[in-house]
């Protein structure tokens, strides 16, 4: 069974920054990889995807991720974090056939202060 | 439409009272999957459609717990006899096809049973 884990549970920053979010799953097969973010009271929004070739992912408001396929892992990485940043990340994997249902980490709280 | 519509936003249920949720998918997408959010970061996978027709149950408790997805209509998730456990934010996402593509979720129900 795919699972992911999220190692920072609560991470408070200063604006301007850099972050860096960490991601380990579990599955045997080809995943596709996700980042989705949640602004508090909103529904989740995709960040970034991997799906295939290149490695490192840009994705929105100058978020990027990196896959590592031998670590098993997919951290998200900003430079410069601002304070609308303040969210809720959570990582998901899925497996590339099959059901396609998400497998989510348990989410990191990201507190920027200004 | 161009977005997963989901209503309503917020519901209360007394213990034991039945609970439907429902959800619209972008049009022209075929699946259509919900998740639990429970204490703002887990989200369990309950259960997906493709089309009207069941895709993944493995989710889904086996008790209390229906869903449907009927032609021309949107996609319902009904709980009977609610308890103070289901209490937790319902989304439902939908996906244009399998493999490598992405969901796209709605802003999510708010079930809270006193």
């Known amino acids: 069974a795919q699972s992911v884990s999220q190692h920072n549970h609560h991470v408070i920053l200063s604006e301007a920054a850099s972050l860096e979010l960490g991601c380990n799953y579990s599955?045997?097969?080809?995943?596709?990889l996700f980042w989705y973010v949640q602004y508090p009271g909103q529904h989740l929004q995709l960040l970034l995807k991997?799906?295939?070739?290149?490695?490192l992912v840009k994705g929105i408001k100058g978020f990027e991720a990196e896959f590592i396929k031998s670590k098993f892992s997919f951290n998200l990485r900003k430079p410069s974090v601002q304070w609308s940043d303040t969210a809720e990340y959570f990582c998901?994997?899925?497996?590339?056939?099959?059901?396609?249902?998400?497998?989510f980490g348990t989410g990191t709280r990201l507190l920027v202060s200004p | 439409g161009e977005e997963v519509a989901q209503t309503p936003k917020h519901l209360v249920r007394g213990e034991g009272q039945k609970a439907k949720l429902y959800c619209a998918p972008i049009?022209?997408?075929?699946?259509v999957f919900w998740y639990q959010q429970v204490l703002k970061n887990e989200f369990k996978f309950l259960i997906s459609?493709?089309?009207?027709?069941?895709?993944?149950e493995t989710g889904m408790p086996k008790e209390r717990f229906s869903a449907k997805c009927l032609p021309n209509s949107p996609c319902s998730l009904e709980i009977q006899a609610t308890k103070l456990e289901d209490s937790a934010v319902y989304f439902c996402?939908?996906?244009?096809?399998?493999?490598?593509?992405?969901?796209?979720f709605g802003q999510g129900t708010r079930l809270t049973v006193v």
């Open positions: 998901a994997v899925n497996a590339n056939t099959g059901f396609q249902k998400l497998v």
């Open positions: 599955y045997g097969g080809t995943v596709n």
């Open positions: 459609f493709q089309n009207e027709n069941v895709f993944d």
């Open positions: 991997y799906f295939s070739g290149d490695p």
């Open positions: 996402a939908s996906l244009r096809a399998r493999g490598l593509t992405e969901a796209f």
């Open positions: 049009k022209g997408h075929s699946y």
